[in-house]
């Protein structure tokens, strides 16, 4: 087991990993503005709300076909490499969204699912790969991790002063010049890197394979998108819950969701911090914290005043940030030099939970209301435990 010592602290990590943590920032942004206003953009693009505000789900599904598609390619390259080209799709996909009508925005929600799918694990696996020890590698991308859980958070009140000056399109401009920076920062950094190990030699459905020999990396990648399923769909139908019981405010829900996120990101930076001090087996802290997420959301929805629900709303968030944090350090831990392919593919999973989630809920809302909506939240999760529970006894997954 590692010891604190070979794990550095979070400032000293955030120092050797800025570049990595402000990209991963940077990659929320374009789909934060698209979101904080989809009223005016909709306006613009002569469409109806949902009907623009449906385009997102381009984005998932964009997500899941690259991540799968190209999973295998990132531990085949330098991954500073993979981070530029991610940026720079990005940037082109916020100048193409700042047009504003609907073809330029579809374009713009499939090109933000492909380059977030290629961002996201690239620049995670660069991160541990600045640390030799398991415990250090798998901070380090929960590290990443936790920043963008921040910027989720943040964004939108950081996005609100400049949207006042320049307006939604301003936004997606300043987004997609600060991506097409960074990604030439990325190129250059990349100048004379090789992919890590001897990956390159491998054969595109042998790495596959490979991966799959990963002690539990199924059941993990299984945890992964039932887990997302479960919190994303609970988060789609969050504001009509609280509207529908407690008749609660548009503006009065925006603590809410901030206390959500608030909490997601302790619960995610915590975590990771303390399985690197070796404090914990984290199979162990894996199954705690899914155990406490089945309880959370079976206890919300049938919460009877307003502080309790609140406290049930905290939970939920850290008990599955917790169980994100575990799923990264597990599977950088164990992929060694496979593991941009191993966050590629939970990244492309969790993109597909994401977009399942909201699905399920919604189906479960339809046949039996918030009841119903509970036990769809709660089989997915206990499904999830089960997988964990499987990790946990067998040896051959440990």
């Known amino acids: 087991m590692s010891t604190t010592l070979e794990v550095p602290g979070d400032f000293r990590m955030a120092r050797r990993l800025w570049p990595f943590l402000v990209a991963s920032a940077v990659g929320l942004i374009p789909f934060t503005v698209f979101g904080m206003y989809l009223v005016p953009i909709s306006d613009a693009a002569g469409g109806s709300v949902a009907e623009i505000g449906g385009l997102r789900g381009l984005g998932g599904l964009a ?13 085949r390259v330098a991954r500073e490499l993979v981070a530029a080209g991610g940026l720079a799709l990005l940037g082109i996909s916020a100048a193409l969204g700042a047009v504003g009508n609907v073809f330029a925005l579809a374009v713009f929600c499939l090109l933000i699912g492909a380059s977030t799918s ?156 303390y399985l690197a001090a070796g404090r914990i087996n984290p199979e162990r802290m894996l199954l705690a914290g899914i155990a406490v997420a089945v309880v959370a959301v079976a206890a919300f929805y049938f919460s009877p005043t307003l502080p309790l629900t609140l406290v049930f709303t905290a939970l939920m968030a850290a008990s599955h940030a917790t169980v994100a944090a575990c799923v990264t ?47 769809t939240f709660a089989a997915l999760t206990l499904i999830a435990l089960l997988c964990a529970l499987r990790i946990l006894i067998a040896p051959g997954l440990r």
């Open 63 to 75: 997500a899941l076909a690259v991540g799968v598609s190209l999973a295998p390619l990132i531990d």
């Open 118 to 273: 290629i961002l996201a694990p690239s620049i995670g696996a660069a991160a541990a790969d600045r640390f030799r020890s398991p415990a250090a590698a798998g901070r380090a991308a929960t590290l990443v991790s936790a920043t963008t859980s921040a910027m989720a958070m943040l964004a939108a009140p950081v996005l609100a002063l400049p949207g006042l000056i320049w307006g939604w399109r301003g936004n997606l401009l300043a987004a997609s010049a600060i991506s097409l920076a960074l990604s030439a920062a990325f190129f250059w950094r990349a100048r004379g890197r090789k992919a890590p190990g001897q990956r390159e030699r491998m054969s595109y459905v042998a790495t596959y394979r490979e991966l799959a020999r990963v002690p539990g990396a199924l059941p993990l990648l299984a945890i992964a998108m039932l887990r997302t399923a479960a919190f994303m769909g609970y988060l789609a139908y969050l504001a009509a819950f609280y509207d529908d019981k407690f008749d609660l405010a548009p503006g009065w829900f925006a603590l809410v969701w901030s206390l959500s996120g608030a909490w997601f990101f302790l619960g995610n930076l915590l975590a990771g911090r």
């Open 329 to 375: 350090t597990l599977l950088v831990r164990r992929s060694g030099d496979l593991r941009g392919s191993a966050l590629s593919v939970n990244a492309a999973g969790m993109s597909l939970g994401t977009f399942l989630g909201a699905a399920i809920g919604g189906l479960g809302l339809g046949l039996g209301g918030y009841p119903g909506t509970a036990l």
